[in-house]
C-alpha cells in the first residue's frame, strides 16, 4: 500500500469511501453487513486506514454500519472520517445535536477527520452566517480533541470556495474535491487543485473514477490506452492520473464489491504517476468525451448583451452540459434551485437575440427549454 504523509500520521493513499457499500435487492438504505464486513477486512488487511462517511450516506445507515463494524478493530488503527451535513439547509443550527449523534451511530469518542460537508452555491450564505455558529461550534470541538482535524468538502464552484476560504480557510487542514481526469477541465478541477494549492492546503478527492464513468471507456479510447500500458486495467488509469498531484494525501473509493476493493488495493501497492505523454493521452481522451455530449460555449458573452430577460448564459449552458453529460445527477439542480424564478432557464422566452450573436451558432433557445424539461 502506497501511504502519504499528512502532518505526523501516515494515510493510505487509498481511502474507502462508504457511500457505496454493497446493498441487499437494490435498496440503498439495506447495506449487506456481511459483505461490507469482508470487504473491510480485507481493505484492513491490505493497509487501508482511511474510512470516510457521513450523516446522509446510504440514507443515514452509513455511520451506525461503518460503526459496528469497524468496532472490532483497534481504534488506533484505523481512521475515521464523517461530516456536517450542511447540504440540508434545516440542520443549519443543529451542529452539537447532529455531531453528538454522529460520534453515538459512529461508536467512537472523537473522529480524526470531521467535514464541513459539500460547500456550494446553495448553503454558501448559510455556511457563512454567524448566527448559525457553525465554524465556532466545530473549532472548540477541535480544541477539545473530539475532533482531530478538521476539513471541508465542496462542490461549488471557483467563487464559493474562494468565499468560504476568506472565513474559514484559517482553520482547515484539509480539504475534499471531486477531481479526475475528466473533470480536470469539465468542472475546473485544475483550479480549484490549484486554489487549495496556494493556500497550503492538502487535497482530497472524491469521485475519482467520476461515479464510475471512468472505469469503462469506449473500445477505441481502451486500446490507445493498452498501447502506453499494456497490464493497466482502465480504471486504474484515473488513480494513476491523481498520484501525479503532489498536494493529493488522499483518494477516496465508494468500493461496492469485494472485485473492486482487491482490483483497487492492486492499483494502489506501487506509486506510479503518468508521464507527460501518458497524461496528455488522457486528457485528450477525456476533451473527446466531453465535446462528444457538450455544448461548444466559449463563454464570449455576446449572447448576455442581447438577453431581454438577463439570463447568465454561458452559466447556464455549462450547467447544461454537466447535466447532460453525467446523465442527471444533483450538481445543476442544486445551482439551479438558487437561482431567482426570472434567472432559470424556464425563464427563457424563446426570443432567439442571443443566436443571432453566438459565434458557435448554439441553439441557445432550444437548449434552455431542453434544460427546463430534464429539471422537471
Same mark, same amino acid.
Given at each position: 500500500?502506497?501511504?502519504?504523509?499528512?502532518?505526523?500520521?501516515?494515510?493510505?493513499? &487509498?481511502?474507502?469511501?462508504?457511500?457505496?457499500?454493497?446493498?441487499?435487492?437494490?435498496?440503498?438504505?439495506?447495506?449487506?453487513?456481511?459483505?461490507?464486513?469482508?470487504?473491510?477486512?480485507?481493505?484492513?488487511?491490505?493497509?487501508?486506514?482511511?474510512?470516510?462517511?457521513?450523516?446522509?450516506?446510504?440514507?443515514?445507515?452509513?455511520?451506525?454500519?461503518?460503526?459496528?463494524?469497524?468496532?472490532?478493530?483497534?481504534?488506533?488503527?484505523?481512521? !475515521?472520517?464523517?461530516?456536517?451535513?450542511?447540504?440540508?439547509?434545516?440542520?443549519?443550527?443543529?451542529?452539537?445535536?447532529?455531531?453528538?449523534?454522529?460520534?453515538?451511530?459512529?461508536?467512537?469518542?472523537?473522529?480524526?477527520?470531521?467535514?464541513?460537508?459539500?460547500?456550494?452555491?446553495?448553503?454558501?450564505?448559510?455556511?457563512?452566517?454567524?448566527?448559525?455558529?457553525?465554524?465556532?461550534?466545530?473549532?472548540?470541538?477541535?480544541?477539545?480533541?473530539?475532533?482531530?482535524? !478538521?476539513?471541508?468538502?465542496?462542490?461549488?464552484?471557483?467563487?464559493?470556495?474562494?468565499?468560504?476560504?476568506?472565513?474559514?480557510?484559517?482553520?482547515?487542514?484539509?480539504?475534499? &474535491?471531486?477531481?479526475?481526469?475528466?473533470?480536470?477541465?469539465?468542472?475546473?478541477?485544475?483550479?480549484?487543485?490549484?486554489?487549495?494549492?496556494?493556500?497550503?492546503?492538502?487535497?482530497?478527492?472524491?469521485?475519482?473514477?467520476?461515479?464510475?464513468?471512468?472505469?469503462? &471507456?469506449?473500445?477505441?479510447?481502451?486500446?490507445?490506452?493498452?498501447?502506453?500500458?499494456?497490464?493497466?486495467?482502465?480504471?486504474?488509469?484515473?488513480?494513476?492520473?491523481?498520484?501525479?498531484?503532489?498536494?493529493?494525501?488522499?483518494?477516496?473509493?465508494?468500493?461496492?464489491?469485494?472485485?473492486?476493493?482487491?482490483?483497487?488495493?492492486?492499483?494502489?501497492?506501487?506509486?506510479?504517476?503518468?508521464?507527460?505523454?501518458?497524461?496528455?493521452?488522457?486528457?485528450?481522451?477525456?476533451?473527446?468525451?466531453?465535446?462528444?455530449?457538450?455544448?461548444?460555449?466559449?463563454?464570449?458573452?455576446?449572447?448576455?448583451?442581447?438577453?431581454?430577460?438577463? &439570463?447568465?448564459?454561458?452559466?447556464?449552458?455549462?450547467?447544461?452540459?454537466?447535466?447532460?453529460?453525467?446523465?442527471?445527477?444533483?450538481?445543476?439542480?442544486?445551482?439551479?434551485?438558487?437561482?431567482?424564478?426570472?434567472?432559470?432557464?424556464?425563464?427563457?422566452?424563446?426570443?432567439?437575440?442571443?443566436?443571432?450573436?453566438?459565434?458557435?451558432?448554439?441553439?441557445?433557445?432550444?437548449?434552455?427549454?431542453?434544460?427546463?424539461?430534464?429539471?422537471?
Amino acid at each position: 500500500m502506497i501511504y502519504r504523509q499528512f502532518q505526523d500520521i501516515k494515510l493510505s493513499a &487509498l481511502g474507502f469511501g462508504c457511500m457505496r457499500l454493497p446493498i441487499r435487492n437494490g435498496v440503498y438504505s439495506d447495506i449487506d453487513e456481511q459483505a461490507a464486513a469482508e470487504m473491510i477486512e480485507y481493505a484492513m488487511k491490505s493497509g487501508v486506514n482511511y474510512y470516510d462517511t457521513a450523516w446522509g450516506y446510504h440514507d443515514g445507515k452509513s455511520e451506525s454500519v461503518m460503526g459496528k463494524l469497524l468496532s472490532k478493530y483497534d481504534r488506533g488503527s484505523f481512521y !475515521l472520517a464523517s461530516k456536517f451535513p450542511g447540504y440540508d439547509l434545516s440542520n443549519m443550527g443543529k451542529s452539537e445535536e447532529i455531531f453528538k449523534k454522529q460520534l453515538e451511530k459512529c461508536k467512537v469518542d472523537y473522529f480524526d477527520f470531521y467535514l464541513i460537508h459539500n460547500v456550494c452555491e446553495m448553503n454558501i450564505d448559510a455556511y457563512l452566517d454567524e448566527k448559525y455558529g457553525t465554524l465556532e461550534y466545530f473549532k472548540k470541538q477541535k480544541a477539545n480533541g473530539r475532533i482531530k482535524h !478538521l476539513g471541508f468538502s465542496a462542490h461549488g464552484d471557483m467563487d464559493v470556495i474562494k468565499r468560504f476560504l476568506k472565513v474559514y480557510g484559517d482553520y482547515m487542514e484539509f480539504g475534499q &474535491l471531486q477531481i479526475n481526469y475528466l473533470d480536470w477541465t469539465f468542472q475546473n478541477g485544475k483550479e480549484k487543485y490549484e486554489l487549495l494549492s496556494e493556500h497550503n492546503i492538502p487535497v482530497w478527492v472524491m469521485e475519482p473514477l467520476r461515479g464510475g464513468k471512468l472505469a469503462k &471507456l469506449a473500445d477505441d479510447d481502451e486500446k490507445k490506452l493498452k498501447t502506453l500500458r499494456p497490464k493497466e486495467n482502465t480504471p486504474a488509469w484515473a488513480f494513476r492520473f491523481l498520484q501525479g498531484l503532489p498536494q493529493v494525501k488522499m483518494i477516496l473509493s465508494g468500493m461496492s464489491d469485494m472485485t473492486q476493493v482487491k482490483e483497487n488495493i492492486a492499483t494502489f501497492a506501487k506509486d506510479k504517476p503518468l508521464s507527460e505523454e501518458e497524461n496528455a493521452a488522457l486528457l485528450g481522451i477525456a476533451d473527446a468525451m466531453v465535446k462528444k455530449s457538450s455544448l461548444p460555449c466559449t463563454a464570449c458573452r455576446y449572447c448576455t448583451s442581447h438577453c431581454p430577460k438577463g &439570463l447568465a448564459i454561458p452559466e447556464l449552458i455549462g450547467l447544461y452540459n454537466e447535466h447532460r453529460f453525467t446523465g442527471g445527477g444533483f450538481i445543476a439542480p442544486m445551482v439551479v434551485g438558487t437561482l431567482a424564478d426570472d434567472k432559470k432557464p424556464s425563464a427563457c422566452i424563446g426570443c432567439r437575440s442571443c443566436e443571432k450573436v453566438c459565434p458557435q451558432q448554439i441553439k441557445i433557445s432550444e437548449m434552455m427549454k431542453d434544460f427546463s424539461d430534464r429539471l422537471k
